[in-house]
């Protein structure tokens, strides 16, 4: 086995919980891999970064620009799952303002919703929210932020009506007291938000990706035993839940009780709802946001986890 440095991009996210646990629990150093994190303020800027072979793994959310991209000819390639939008769990939700009058998503019409960047995730889910409502995209003022702060800042000051925030900027949110939840994402649609996904450079290396992968899958299922069980319905906690917490917040470097708020639903085996890839794929398309169609076998690999799978116990 030969022993490889891989870097990896990603944001300060509790959705990195995989990749910690694969670090802190030795998974990585098994597969003879070190990993160099290289964290980034936006999916943009992680996307870009792997298809330009300036890190070898990215792990965030699903953009048209990425898409895009790969349209245009880049070699990245999703591999895995890292957080999707499943009911009973939050990844994602629809804030107002604690004093706003809104009270249904239906109240959202003609009213200013917050974004980070046009084409981005929460671009994406605000305006299917919309659709699924009877509305469109004419019904709201959508409005660029760049960043989540700004989207959260925007909303404090009520200079937007509503925003998307994922988890621990949804407690953030709602500790500092400005903000409540309109809806939860995962009970108004299905939705593969973010995954993993290599460079084109790193793809060539199909033993090593493997390696990653197992070593990845690993840090995934110790993470789902210890957070995302359920009894009776209900999550318990696992034998390994504090652990996980203090992890995450040594990487995130967020205070433990907003970590225990914070944690998204992942596969525990990584896989992906790789249809519903090619549902955002076409979606884009039709609101003019990717130029040139693309199909999700051009942008989604399987072969490599389903390769890692096969040399892991249950």
Do not use: C
Not at 18 to 44: C, H, M, Q, R
Request: charged fraction near 25%; proline fraction near 3%.
């Amino acid at each position: 086995m030969k022993p490889i440095t891989l870097s990896v991009g990603l944001l300060k996210l509790a959705g990195g919980v995989p990749l910690y646990l694969a670090s802190e629990k030795g998974f990585f150093k098994e597969e003879g891999i070190t990993v160099d994190y290289k964290w980034f303020d936006s999916s943009n800027a992680v996307n870009v970064a792997v298809a330009s072979n300036n890190v070898d793994v990215g792990a965030a959310g699903f953009t048209a620009d990425l898409y895009n991209m790969v349209a245009a000819g880049q070699k990245v390639s999703i591999v895995a799952d890292k957080g999707k939008e499943e009911k009973g769990y939050q990844l994602s939700a629809l804030l107002v303002h604690k004093d706003s009058p809104i009270k249904t998503i239906e109240d959202l019409k003609g009213k200013k919703i917050g974004l980070t960047t046009i084409g981005s995730s929460n671009h994406y889910m605000s305006v299917r929210i919309l659709e699924k409502h009877g509305m469109t995209v004419k019904d709201a003022e959508l409005v660029p932020m760049n960043t989540t702060r700004g989207q959260m800042e925007a909303l404090k000051g009520k200079n937007v009506d509503a925003i998307i925030l994922n988890t621990s900027n949804i407690t953030v949110a709602l500790k500092e007291g400005y903000a409540r939840v309109l809806a939860n994402v995962a009970d108004e649609m299905t939705y593969q938000s973010t995954g993993t996904f290599i460079s084109p450079k790193f793809a060539e290396n199909k033993d090593a990706a493997v390696r990653f992968l197992r070593a990845y899958v690993k840090g995934m299922r110790y993470y789902h035993d210890a957070v995302l069980m359920r009894k009776d319905g209900q999550l318990v906690k696992g034998q390994n839940y504090d652990e996980v917490v203090k992890i995450v917040a040594k990487y995130t470097e967020q205070p433990e009780d907003i970590i225990r708020e914070s944690f998204p639903y992942m596969d525990r085996d990584g896989k992906l709802m790789v249809d519903d890839i090619q549902t955002q794929i076409d979606w884009y398309t039709k609101e003019k946001l990717m130029p040139k169609p693309l199909q999700v076998k051009d942008i989604v690999n399987t072969e490599l986890l389903d390769e890692a799978l096969k040399t892991l116990k249950n």
